[in-house]
């Protein structure tokens, strides 16, 4: 995403999806605070779908740019430079109904991708989740002897922060082993280093 006043462009770069509801979106939350700022008058984008992946969501952007004046191009959407030379008010109404459909298509287009997704997950009762061509999905497990230090730092009163720092593992990671209870007593003990 480029920002800019034809004089100095900004580009913005983000990691975070466009699909996903409440996952904060650092660099786009900037954007708009400089577009609130009124620090430039044109929004360049790769495509639609890079804004907002719901169809409500994009057009309160679009609302949103048109309220402080910020015209919003798309590379891979030539029309929305087209619609200018419609006569008004014929301009906006094109202008909306594509809007309508562009939104429409990138939330499509993402429900189908995670179908396909869902579709090529191999779940087995009692056997890890594989892919179709039969190789592992997600995260790899963790060994039952890291289990097991975990669980024996945590016995001693040691924080989370602190067994995740010595056994270099995520807090998240952390905290979900320690709330649960060690039953398989039948491995060996492994003593801590």
């Given at each position: 995403?480029?920002?800019?006043?034809?004089?100095?462009?900004?580009?913005?770069?983000?990691?975070?999806?466009?699909?996903?509801?409440?996952?904060?979106?650092?660099?786009?939350?900037?954007?708009?605070?400089?577009i609130k700022a009124r620090e430039y008058n044109k929004l360049i984008v790769w495509d639609l779908d890079r804004l907002y992946r719901n169809?409500?969501?994009?057009?309160?952007?679009?609302?949103?740019?048109?309220?402080?004046?910020?015209?919003?191009?798309?590379?891979?959407?030539?029309?929305?430079?087209?619609?200018?030379?419609?006569?008004?008010?014929?301009?906006?109404?094109?202008?909306?109904?594509?809007?309508?459909?562009?939104?429409?298509?990138?939330?499509?287009?993402?429900?189908?991708?995670?179908?396909?997704?869902?579709?090529?997950?191999?779940?087995?009762?009692?056997?890890?989740?594989?892919?179709?061509?039969?190789?592992?999905?997600?995260?790899?497990?963790?060994?039952?002897?890291?289990?097991?230090?975990?669980?024996?730092?945590?016995?001693?009163?040691?924080?989370?922060?602190?067994?995740?720092?010595?056994?270099?593992?995520?807090?998240?990671?952390?905290?979900?082993?320690?709330?649960?209870?060690?039953?398989?007593?039948?491995?060996?003990?492994?003593?801590?280093?």
């Open positions: 995403m480029t920002l800019s006043d034809d004089n100095n462009p900004v580009i913005y770069t983000e990691k975070q999806s466009a699909w996903k509801k409440d996952i904060d979106r650092e660099q786009f939350k900037l954007l708009k605070e400089r169809r409500k969501q994009l057009i309160t952007f679009f609302k949103f740019c048109k309220i402080y004046k910020v015209q919003v191009l798309s590379y891979r959407q030539a029309w929305l430079n087209e619609l200018t030379i419609i006569p008004e008010p014929f301009n906006e109404i094109m202008f909306d109904m594509m809007l309508q459909v562009m939104g429409w298509l990138a939330e499509e287009e993402s429900a189908k991708k995670s179908a396909r997704v869902r579709a090529a997950v191999v779940k087995k009762e009692g056997k890890k989740t594989k892919s179709r061509a039969g190789n592992k999905w997600g995260r790899p497990s963790l060994h039952t002897n890291k289990k097991r230090i975990v669980w024996q730092l945590r016995d001693t009163g040691m924080s989370m922060r602190r067994i995740a720092k010595e056994t270099k593992l995520g807090l998240g990671t952390v905290s979900r082993i320690c709330s649960e209870n060690p039953q398989d007593k039948l491995l060996p003990k492994t003593p801590l280093k």
